[in-house]
């Protein structure tokens, strides 16, 4: 009989609720014998998950988050992580701290940092001081406690994270990881390379080759999990309109907000909610960030406007950590494929909105003028531009043009079919509905399952 194996599973962002462990991943986990799983995720959503996720062979640990930022030599080698990272997106918040703090010895600190993480060898070294000099031993009890076998990390690049498999190098744990995102690999280095590497597409495989020279042989293109469900709607378009109360022989068109964490001002939101106001004959959905704020000034919403506030909060002033719920995901599955356009801000809703096959447009419309800076700058961010080349978005920077976009698609939804295709074929290489299936194949090969 084969001794039992225990995993690590982290779940610190609020989006691997949805991304992991809602997903094929977790329900394969439980159906394996001989393994026994263990999330850790923060301590006071301890109780949540012990309810959504753990049971039988799943055990739930809460741990104190973000302990090693508090300390100096922590902060230190996370920001360091950003500085020596000499992409467009690092380059350009680095610009938008300056813009804002003024700070001249950071800035230039910050960039002299970036051009000399360009040269081979300064990576590595920074990440062997990392190990060794970084706070450790916050999740040291808990590898005592539970012996591990291996360390599956969903996140990376989270300082939490990366405490753990720091812990997890010193105590001889082999760790498997997976990028969170599509924009994680120009954001900052890894700051512990994993012993084995999850690509969600194939186009997240070049950017890990090319921007962390991981080696190819450790990779494995599985695709993401959560788009496994993504590929039709839960709901006919009619039971999803009756929900809400939307008229079927009307057009709607959904609007994502940017967010106010985004923006140093956000009345970007609300000055685009009124321009749909106008467009006749419509119903508007606005589906809020699940874990961001929305500023509203005095906004008279519309017969014709609709609300959707998706997460799980858990602290009444805090919108920064809600999870993603099952039933928040199955509404903006339905809200992709049974809307007649997309409008968002710099995010992967962008994507979603392809996947399905839906119009989409990204609007930086601000009421007036400003610099770059104090609008959403993140349009500016090497993935964002990436996806503009596609061809497959259209992109309004004024009122006139977000409301001539708007025409265009309503009119012609088949415009930028082949621009949303490409999408497609460069970030849903593998979105064939048996991405969580090859996620949970590969870790337990890792674990010998």
Not at 414 to 426: F, L
């Amino acid at each position: 009989m084969k001794p039992m194996k225990t995993l690590f599973v982290t779940s610190f962002h609020p989006h691997i609720s949805r991304n992991i462990l809602s997903t094929e991943v977790l329900e394969k986990f439980k159906k394996t014998p001989g393994l026994r799983v263990v999330i850790l995720a923060p301590s006071y959503k301890k109780e949540y998950f012990e309810k959504n996720f753990g049971g039988g062979n799943v055990a739930i640990e809460g741990v104190p988050m973000y302990q090693a930022s508090k300390t100096k030599l922590g902060l230190l080698f996370k920001k360091l992580g950003v500085f020596l990272f000499n992409t467009g997106t690092s380059i350009l918040k680095t610009k938008y701290k300056y813009y804002n703090d003024r700070k001249f010895f950071y800035f230039v600190s910050a960039m002299v940092l970036g051009f000399l993480g360009k040269f081979p060898g300064v990576k590595p070294i920074a990440r062997f001081l990392d190990q060794k000099f970084s706070p450790k031993g916050f999740f040291a009890n808990l590898i005592k406690k539970h012996n591990p076998d291996a360390i599956f990390s969903t996140d990376p690049q989270n300082e939490n994270d990366v405490s753990l498999m720091h812990d997890a190098r010193d105590s001889g744990v082999p760790v498997i990881a997976m990028l969170r995102s599509w924009d994680n690999t120009t954001q900052r280095i890894l700051r512990v390379l994993p012993d084995r590497l999850l690509a969600g597409s194939s186009e997240l495989k070049k950017e890990m080759l090319a921007m962390y020279k991981y080696p190819e042989s450790k990779i494995a293109v599985t695709g993401n999990p959560h788009y496994d469900r993504y590929r039709a709607p839960s709901v006919a378009k009619e039971q999803f309109f009756k929900e809400f109360g939307f008229d079927l022989n009307k057009k709607l068109i959904t609007f994502a907000p940017i967010g106010d964490h985004l923006l140093t001002k956000n009345d970007i939101d609300q000055y685009v909610m009124e321009i749909l106001s106008m467009v006749p004959n419509v119903q508007i959905l606005v589906r809020f960030p699940p874990d961001e704020g929305v500023q509203l000034v005095d906004f008279k919403k519309p017969e014709n406007m609709f609300f959707d506030r998706p997460g799980q909060k858990f602290k009444d002033a805090e919108m920064g950590d809600r999870e993603i719920r099952r039933e928040d995901d199955d509404r903006l599955i339905n809200e992709l494929h049974h809307s007649d356009l997309i409008i968002t801000g710099p995010t992967s809703i962008s994507l979603d909105s392809a996947f399905a096959g839906t119009p989409v447009i990204t609007a930086n419309t601000p009421p007036t003028p400003r610099h770059i800076f104090d609008g959403a700058y993140t349009f500016f961010c090497d993935h964002i531009q990436k996806l503009f080349r596609t061809g497959g978005v259209r992109h309004a920077e004024t009122k006139e043009d977000l409301l001539r976009y708007i025409d265009g698609y309503l009119k012609d939804p088949s415009r930028d079919a082949a621009g949303r295709e490409k999408i497609r074929s460069m970030w849903f290489s593998h979105a064939d509905g048996r991405a969580g299936e090859r996620v949970a194949n590969e870790v337990l090969k890792f674990v010998n399952l």
